[in-house]
Each structure stands twice: as structure tokens, then as C-alpha cells.
């Protein structure tokens, strides 16, 4: 038989020397590097678990000891352990109440007289190993709380069935100005404008039914005080006590939204501004061009201040559709996505 090499702290809380003295050696034919404490009364108990600089790895706890017994030694001790594995020993007179302990935080329970070295070995690892898989799963629960919680963005769960909200971050709070609790008497229907309800059925049943990847991600939600808002959703499905659930990331577009709007407008204007420059403008200036054309076939008749004056004229005309060109030639460039300064 392989014995354990790795390290044990254990604590030992038992008035009979002898029983203390079995479970040493039951236990050393396992374990090549336990330490073991030994305290013979609840009061010893105390100071050790108060003084130690050393975390224990498992309790033993003897239900019977000279200065506290039962249900108050079981309550105590497990206040002062503070997550360590306690494993109650008890005789056959206090075997009923071995198994109440369990529902008090102990652990385990062993009978003393049915030990053996393979029973106490087991005992002592298993319980080690469930605390500690607790305490992981404990901590990982918590992390993904804290992402929840402390993510930025408004994040809500629902139910399928009833559509019913079963939780809400705190960015959802701040965002649609319910609290949690009165977000948790909502149901999506309660956060979306009545013309959106049909939207929302149908979005749904396409995500949940369909399993479309094509169901609507845009819509518009309603905060507290009324305000609408548009919102991005992307949905993931979970499960929650063995029901359908779905938790669903937010993200108000609605300043986005308004900035795209007010682009596409000033785009509008801007087309309509270019037109009247390729259009309005250039066809009173080609007239123009035609009346200096025209006054120039009769030069023979005019003095030269008048020639000269009619030249200066049509250089600035020119000048001036050179212009006109050059901008319809960008704004055509402007309209097409492309750079208006490329060649």
C-alpha cells in the first residue's frame, strides 16, 4: 500500500487519551506527513484555534467533552473553524444526533467503534476535498456575480416561458431608473414601447424556436420615466434552476444613432448644395459666357477701354467656372466615398 506523502495539519478535540491515541495510529498507516494537534476539552479547543499560525487541514470532534457537549459544541466549534472540515466522532448512544450535526455545518460523522485505518483515511480526504471544491466553486460564483454586477453595460435575465425579468445588474438600474426589486415585477413586455410588443414576440420565437441567426438585434426599449431609447441586444441561453433562460447584454445606440441621423442630413445638404452648384449657378454663369462671346464678335465697333473692360470680364468668367468645376468635380468625389484632394 502506497501511504500519502503529503502534508496534513489536524486537529484532534477528545478527552479519552486512548481514543486519540487509535486514531493516531490508525491514521499513520496512511499519512507519512501529518501533524496532529490534540485538544482534551472545548476550552483547549478555544486556544488553539485562536493562537494557531497555522491553518488546520481537518477537525476531529469528540460529541462528548467534559466542559460543552452536543448541539452547543457542535455550533461553536464550527463558528471557530470558520470553513475547515469537521468530522464528528460519536459513540452508539449518540449515533442519531451524529447525523443531526451534519445539518449544524459538520461535515461528517463516524462512528468510533466501526473505525478502521481505510474508513478514517477516507473520511479525512474526502471531506478535505468537498471543502475545498466548495470554496472553489464558492469563489467562482463570486467572480462571475462580479462580472455580472460590475459590468458597464445593462445586462438583464428573463424567463422563456413568461418572459418574466429574474435578474438585473446594477448598469441596468442606473440606465432605466427601476430599482431591482421593481425590476424583478417586470417582464421584457414592461420595458419595450407598446408598438414593439409584436417585434419582441417575434424576436423572440425566431432566437428561442427558430434558432434564427437573422431575429432582430435592434429595437427600442422604455425607461421608468418613459424616455425610449434604441438598443443593441445580443442574447445567450442559460439554464437557471433547470428552466430556459436567456441573458441578454444591452447597449443604448441611441446617441449613436442620432449622430448617424444627423450625418445622413448634413450628407442631404450637401448633395443638394453640389447640385445647385453644377446647375443653378453654372447656367446663369454659361449665359454670361455667351453674352461676353457675343459682344466680343463685335469688337470692331468698340473703343478700347470697352475691348479691354469685355476681356477682363470673360478671364474672370472663366476663372469662376474653373471654380464651379473644380467643386463639383470634389463633391462628386465627396458622394462616392473617395477623397476629394486624389487626382
Request: glycine content about 4%.
Amino acid at each position: 500500500m502506497k501511504r500519502d506523502e503529503k502534508e496534513y495539519h489536524l486537529l484532534v478535540i477528545e478527552d479519552n487519551l486512548g481514543d486519540f491515541v487509535i486514531l493516531e495510529e490508525y491514521l499513520s498507516e496512511y499519512l507519512i506527513n501529518s501533524s496532529m494537534v490534540h485538544a482534551e476539552d472545548f476550552k483547549a479547543a478555544t486556544t488553539v484555534l485562536n493562537q494557531s499560525t497555522r491553518r488546520f487541514d481537518l477537525v476531529f470532534l469528540d460529541l462528548s467533552l467534559p466542559d460543552k457537549s452536543g448541539e452547543d459544541l457542535v455550533k461553536e466549534i464550527i463558528r471557530l473553524t470558520e470553513g475547515i472540515p469537521v468530522v464528528v466522532l460519536t459513540g452508539f448512544t449518540d449515533l442519531e444526533f451524529g447525523s443531526r450535526s451534519l445539518a449544524l455545518g459538520a461535515s461528517d460523522y463516524l462512528v468510533k467503534d466501526d473505525l478502521s485505518p481505510a474508513i478514517l483515511y477516507k473520511s479525512l480526504i474526502y471531506n478535505i476535498q468537498r471543502v475545498n471544491f466548495i470554496q472553489e466553486l464558492t469563489e467562482t460564483k463570486r467572480k462571475y456575480a462580479d462580472l455580472f454586477q460590475l459590468n458597464p453595460s445593462p445586462i438583464l435575465v428573463y424567463d422563456l416561458n413568461t418572459l418574466n425579468i429574474l435578474d438585473v445588474n446594477n448598469a441596468a438600474c442606473e440606465s432605466y431608473g427601476y430599482s431591482r426589486e421593481e425590476f424583478l415585477t417586470l417582464g421584457l413586455k414592461d420595458i419595450r414601447p407598446q408598438e414593439e410588443i409584436p417585434v419582441l414576440v417575434q424576436s423572440v420565437e425566431d432566437f428561442w424556436i427558430n434558432n434564427k441567426s437573422d431575429y432582430v438585434r435592434f429595437t427600442r426599449h422604455l425607461k421608468k420615466n418613459g424616455e425610449i431609447i434604441d438598443v443593441e441586444i445580443s442574447p445567450a441561453k442559460v439554464k437557471i434552476n433547470n428552466q430556459n433562460a436567456a441573458i441578454v447584454l444591452i447597449k443604448d445606440i441611441t446617441e449613436n444613432l442620432k449622430y448617424i441621423h444627423k450625418i445622413e442630413e448634413q450628407n442631404q445638404t450637401f448633395k443638394e448644395i453640389a447640385w445647385i452648384q453644377s446647375h443653378v449657378v453654372r447656367a446663369p454663369l454659361a449665359r454670361m459666357m455667351g453674352v461676353i462671346h457675343l459682344l466680343e464678335s463685335c469688337e470692331s465697333t468698340m473703343d478700347p477701354e470697352t475691348l479691354e473692360l469685355i476681356q477682363y470680364i470673360k478671364r474672370s468668367s472663366e476663372e469662376l467656372d474653373g471654380i464651379v468645376r473644380d467643386i463639383s468635380k470634389k463633391s462628386e468625389r465627396v458622394l462616392n466615398g473617395k477623397n476629394p484632394n486624389d487626382s
